[in-house]
């Protein structure tokens, strides 16, 4: 029984991970092609994400447990300021997979699965930006609702632009995070 259990998990992580990588092409994510990438059959699929929102759910929930989870080895790595620039990297592809999401799944779902998640980002955010403060590479004033305000540039970047923008835009906020 347990290797069923390992093989279920690792089905469902395949499915998950070949939804992402959908999601990163288009905002159409197609479950055959899912189940086709994943390795599985449809009746596979549908057995872990018995609809479409549930598999896009759970994408993004992987999506910012992944961007959450890399703030403390960012950390450990860079010095603040440099931590917090790979972080917003990171966002971005975040940021496109929420994109797709929100493309996908109706309004009140969105609103739902958004509140429930949002306040890991802010967290994940807070810390980066304290370590930026204690080492005097980021100005004291800013706190993480500024700093998501200003990444909700993203959103309106027409995905034609999206790889010549979205980078640009990072660097102009994290030049902005600088102390005078």
């Known amino acids: 029984m347990p290797a069923r259990r390992s093989d279920a998990a690792a089905n469902r992580d395949r499915i998950v991970e070949a939804a992402r990588a959908e999601l990163d092409t288009s905002d159409d994510l197609k479950l055959h092609a899912v189940a086709k990438a994943a390795g599985v059959g449809q009746g596979t699929l549908y057995r872990h994400f018995p609809t479409r929102e549930h598999l896009l759910a759970e994408v993004y ?39 797709g999401v929100m493309a996908a799944i109706e309004a009140s779902a969105w609103q739902d699965l958004y509140t429930d998640q949002h306040h890991r980002l ?11 403060k ?34 640009r835009i990072v660097a102009v906020i994290v030049d902005g995070l600088r102390p005078r």
Not at 135 to 155: K, N, P, Q, T, Y
Request: glycine share 8%; charged share 30%; aromatic share 4%.
């Open 61 to 99: 929930r992987h999506e910012m447990t992944q961007l959450v989870d890399a703030v403390a080895p960012l950390l450990a790595e860079h010095p603040p300021l440099r931590a917090l620039t790979g972080w917003l990297e990171r966002l971005l592809g975040y940021a496109r997979v929420k994109r």
């Open 122 to 132: 802010d967290e994940a955010l807070g810390m980066l930006l304290e370590r930026g």
């Open 134 to 167: 204690a080492a005097g590479e980021v100005r004291e004033e800013v706190d993480a609702a500024d700093v998501i305000l200003l990444l909700g540039a993203l959103s309106r970047v027409p995905e034609a632009e999206w790889d010549a923008r979205a980078h």
